[in-house]
Antibody
C-alpha cells in the first residue's frame, strides 16, 4: 500500500527556520516525482515545487523560487520542505503528494503556524 | 505559466441531480489534466487523470471529458458524500497549476 506520512504540526515564530518531512512507503521512492502543495487558510491549492528523488532534479513554481528549499533523501525515502526564515504569511497546510498517473497519493498534511 | 480557470465558483445542486463543472486552460495542455475532490479537513483525492480516466476506486458516476483547453467533470447523480470542493489541475509542463476550485453544495 502506497503511503505518504508527513511530520507533525509546527508552531513557529517569524524569522525561525523549519524543515518538514514526508516519508514514502509501498512504492519505489526514486521512480516518481514528489512535490509540495500549499493551502492557505480557506484558500485553494498551490504547487510549490517538485523533486525527482532518483536524480534530485528539482523544480520550483515562480512564486516559491528562493522562498523554500525542496530536497529528498532516497536512502530513507523521505522528501523535505524547508524555510530559512519563516513569515506570518507562511501559515498554511502543506501537503506532499506523489505524481504518478495524476497526483495520485497525498500525505495527510502538515499544519504550519507562524505567529509572534 | 498556464492559468486554469474553473466555473462556476459555486454550484448548488440537489441530491440525485447531475452536476457539471468546467475548467479552461489558458493554452493547450493536451490531456495532461486531472480533477480532485477535497472535503473539509481532508487532503485532496484524485478523481480523474488523463482528462477522462477514473482513478482507482472512483465511482462510475464521476466522468471527465475534454482535451486541449476545455475540460468538464460530470457527476451523474449527486450523492450526499459528493458535496465538496473540486479542483482541476494541469501537468503538461512545469509549473503545474490548479484552478481556483468549484464548491458543490446542497441546494
Amino acid at each position: 500500500e502506497v503511503q505518504l506520512v508527513q511530520s507533525g504540526a509546527e508552531v513557529k515564530k517569524p524569522g525561525e527556520s523549519l524543515k518538514i518531512s514526508c516519508k514514502g512507503s509501498g512504492y519505489s521512492f526514486t521512480s516518481y516525482w514528489i512535490g509540495w502543495v500549499r493551502q492557505m487558510p480557506g484558500k485553494g491549492l498551490e504547487w510549490m515545487g517538485i523533486i525527482y528523488p532518483g536524480d534530485s532534479d528539482t523544480r520550483y513554481s515562480p512564486s516559491f523560487q528562493g522562498q523554500v528549499t525542496i530536497s529528498a533523501d532516497k536512502s530513507i525515502s523521505t522528501a523535505y520542505l524547508q524555510w530559512s526564515s519563516l513569515k506570518a504569511s507562511d501559515t498554511a497546510m502543506y501537503y506532499c503528494a506523489r505524481h504518478g498517473l495524476g497526483t495520485d497519493y497525498w500525505g495527510q498534511g502538515t499544519l504550519v503556524t507562524v505567529s509572534s | 505559466e498556464i492559468v486554469m480557470t474553473q466555473s462556476p465558483a459555486t454550484l448548488s445542486v440537489s441530491p440525485g441531480e447531475r452536476a457539471t463543472l468546467s475548467c479552461r486552460a489558458s493554452q493547450s495542455i493536451s490531456s495532461n489534466f486531472a480533477w480532485y475532490q477535497q472535503k473539509p479537513g481532508q487532503a485532496p483525492r484524485l478523481l480523474i487523470y488523463g482528462a477522462s480516466t477514473r482513478a482507482t476506486g472512483i465511482p462510475a458516476r464521476f466522468s471527465g471529458s475534454g482535451s486541449g483547453t476545455e475540460f468538464t467533470l460530470t457527476i451523474s447523480t449527486l450523492q450526499s458524500e459528493d458535496f465538496a470542493v473540486y479542483y482541476c489541475q494541469h501537468y503538461s509542463n512545469w509549473p503545474w497549476t490548479f484552478g481556483q476550485g468549484t464548491q458543490v453544495d446542497i441546494k
